[in-house]
């Protein structure tokens, strides 16, 4: 026996055409996304600006060590060159390991064996961000083992320095060190083979991606602003490192420019996807354009936010309660 319910009216089923389409994902594009995992590893106290008037970064004091790394800076002879390396350690050994290394690691002249023999590594347009990017997501134990190297490197040097500076001071004979001068006398640290590189030489490329970290985040500050524009032509990191120059290359009988170091990251971005989440002040990628938040755990903190100041208003009166 067959029951029609001639009554009842069908519901019409859901085609491809009326189900309700959500907003395609655009993926962050992957250059970017080390990026911006850098520079949220930056602690607040050393950020452009708080997310909000009311965030407590706003209220953190910058380090008195990044303040004489910032404007004190003079590095062009062994004595001022261990001074100034000894404050940017200083400053650095506060950071998590991943923005140490990044700081730290230094391939500038590290002897590699090749098919044409034991060659030294050059990098006079310092590409070394491009690969110290890539030391992000490593383990803790890989991490320490990178910086230890590195700060192994950088005290034989800042014994060498201090020799010089001793031996100057017993013939009374002044003399600077000039920055290009790379004796080719070989050290070995660590089981690896390096040149003998000056102590200028490598606090200054050290300095230098610091300043990287900050100038991307200086970028990344302007870009989320209101006026972009305006705040990238006041950027002050970005004008001083040495990461933003370019250079020009010809290929199939044309020349090309290839971008700097640092705007290699961010060319061709659409910005309006580039957001700054306002509970914990870290920069994102918005995959859908309505995205606030960074994160699943900050949207239910922001959710929580909300709840309470709905609750606060109802109880002063701002709101109405429903059904009243």
């Not at 009216?9 to 085609?15: A, E, G, V, Y």
């Not at 001068?181 to 200028?200: A, G, M, N, Q, Y």
């Not at 606090?203 to 985040?217: D, G, Q, T, V």
């Not at 994102?284 to 900050?298: I, L, N, P, Q, T």
Request: hydrophobic share 40%; aromatic share 8%; proline share 4%.
């Amino acid at each position: 026996m067959t029951i029609k319910n001639k009554g009842l009216r069908q519901l019409p089923k859901k085609t491809s055409s009326t189900a309700k389409r959500s907003a395609a994902l655009v993926p962050v594009p992957e250059k970017f996304a080390a990026l911006l995992r850098l520079v949220n590893l930056l602690p607040s106290a050393l950020r452009r600006s708080p997310a909000s008037d009311s965030d407590e970064m706003s209220k953190a004091r910058v380090p008195l060590n990044w303040t004489m790394v910032r404007f004190e800076w003079s590095c062009r002879e062994a004595k001022e060159a261990i001074f100034s390396m000894y404050l940017l350690r200083r400053l650095v050994d506060d950071l998590p390991l991943e923005l140490q290394a990044f700081i730290l690691n230094d391939n500038y002249g590290r002897i590699y064996e090749t098919d044409s023999g034991r060659l030294p590594m050059f990098d006079d347009w310092h590409f070394q961000p491009l690969e110290n990017i890539t030391l992000l997501g490593q383990s803790t134990k890989q991490l320490r083992a990178i910086i230890a190297e590195a700060n192994e490197r950088i005290n034989h040097q800042v014994e060498r320095a201090e020799a010089e500076i001793s031996t100057e001071n017993t013939t009374h004979q002044v003399r600077e060190l000039p920055v290009e001068v790379i004796p080719v006398t070989h050290e070995r640290f660590s089981d690896l083979k390096f040149l003998e590189i000056p102590l200028v030489v490598l606090a200054n490329r050290a300095r230098e991606r610091l300043l990287f970290i900050l100038a991307a985040e200086e970028i990344l500050d302007a870009l989320v602003s209101s006026n972009p524009n305006k705040k990238l032509r006041r950027a002050w990191y970005e004008k001083v490192t040495t990461s933003n120059r370019s250079y020009i290359y010809v290929q199939n009988d044309e020349v090309h420019q290839y971008p700097s170091v640092m705007y290699s990251f961010v060319v061709g971005l659409q910005v309006s996807r580039v957001k700054r989440c306002g509970i914990c002040g870290d920069y994102f990628w918005a995959g859908r354009k309505d995205k606030k938040v960074c994160s699943a755990r900050c949207g239910a903190t922001n959710r929580k936010r909300q709840e309470r100041q709905r609750y606060f208003e109802k109880k002063i009166g701002v709101r109405k309660r429903k059904g009243k």
